[in-house]
């Protein structure tokens, strides 16, 4: 019997049940329709906002998912560097950080150049710039060789092995089946469902020594992309993913150790693309609710500590910035005296740039009036 998907005889004749996924897929596309009606509000600067936020996101997130944790603002600074954007007072990036964001935006702005395999050893070099992965030496811009690529956990003694992918004599021809496919898709077949399909048939050849996480995250993007028809994504398929680590990878293993009928995949897939575009347009909202704030307080005297201060609070969004702002964080944030914090946040509160929280306590916290620069 066979023990992984890729061994059963029809491999790769995906099947689902329709009855199961065309529920989720309209209340996927129903909440992708959302988020695209929402930036569709945005004009260029605000655009470009709501593109750095994604992108910064997307980078954090889909490194995270594999464990490895980037420093926010060196993504910050290769996104702004990337986009033609001021980057004084942010860390220089490493080339890897780089690399990444090289390959995120290659994936989307150039969605509709072919997936080829000379491209997808580009991505995978650019996140490995130094041909190591951590302390360990890999093979960076090559497939994997020879040995088995197994996915395992557990000490000596106790391994256990979550996957095994199909033997490198058969990578060159499975991969060049699945760009074949990516490029000429069966007609009539849903976009949102072919991304599900492309990341979870690259993800199982496993072609690379390290990085394939990744990579299939970004085929997924290219493929969410061109079925949008946007250079830009407006939302992170990797933020509710990171949200459910766990689960992701025990989906995953589940599906790649049954047959071909991949209905518990696709389900679970499209119900993450719903819950990014959900995410994707609070993150519009903020953009937008932003842009009302100084519309609507253009006129007034606000000096740069302040603003500051302000900008520090919209960029939160609601509830971001726990507990909202009382003196003692504003001392903190301007570094100035008790006072001075006292004197400012109350010039800010008589102006209607702040309101209370209502939380009351020793210490008066103050937050943006969100409710009155809501997007609907």
């Known amino acids: 019997m066979p023990t992984w998907i890729w061994e059963q005889t029809d491999w790769p004749a995906f099947r689902w049940r329709d009855t199961e996924v065309s529920p989720v897929l309209a209340r996927a596309r129903l909440a992708q329709g959302r988020i695209l009606g929402a930036a569709g509000l945005l004009d260029p600067v605000l655009t470009l906002d709501a593109d750095v ?38 860390p220089a990036p490493s080339r890897a950080i780089d690399g990444l964001i090289d390959l995120l935006l290659d994936a989307t702005r150039r969605f509709d150049a072919p997936l080829t395999l000379e491209r997808l050893l580009g991505w995978q070099a650019a996140l490995f710039p130094t041909g190591t992965s951590g302390l360990r030496a890999i093979r960076s811009g090559q497939l994997r060789g020879s040995e088995p690529m197994e996915v395992v956990s557990g000490g ?48 199982t050849l496993h072609p690379f020594e390290d990085g394939n996480g990744r990579l299939a995250r970004a085929v997924t993007d290219m493929a969410i992309a061109r079925d949008e028809r946007r250079p830009m994504r407006p939302f992170s398929l990797s933020a509710p993913i990171q949200r459910r680590r766990n689960a992701y990878y025990k989906i995953l293993e589940r599906t790649q150790r049954g047959d071909l009928d991949i209905t518990p995949w696709l389900v679970w897939f499209l119900e993450q693309v719903e819950d990014a ?100």
């Open 277 to 376: 575009a959900t995410l994707g347009h609070s993150i519009i909202a903020r953009i937008l609710g932003k842009a009302r704030f100084w519309l609507r307080f253009q006129a007034v005297e606000i000096s740069e500590r302040q603003r500051k201060v302000l900008n520090r609070l919209l960029d939160a969004g609601p509830g971001g910035f726990a507990g909202g702002i009382n003196n003692r964080k504003y001392m903190g944030l301007t570094r100035t005296s008790r006072a001075t914090a006292w004197r400012e946040l109350s010039d800010l509160v008589a102006k209607g740039c702040l309101v209370p929280t209502g939380q009351g306590g020793r210490s008066s916290a103050y937050e943006i009036p969100w409710v009155e620069l809501t997007l609907e």
């Open 53 to 90: 936020s994604i992108l910064v996101e997307d980078g954090v997130q889909t490194s995270a998912i594999e464990g490895e944790r980037l420093d926010l603002d060196a993504v910050r600074s290769s996104v702004a560097r990337h986009l033609g954007l001021p980057t004084a007072g942010l």
């Open 156 to 203: 000596m003694g106790g391994e256990r092995v979550h996957f095994l992918a199909p033997p490198r004599e058969r990578l060159q021809a499975e991969l060049d089946r699945f760009l074949g496919w990516f490029e000429k898709p069966s007609k009539g077949l849903d976009g949102l469902v072919l991304a599900g399909i492309a990341h979870l048939w690259l993800i």
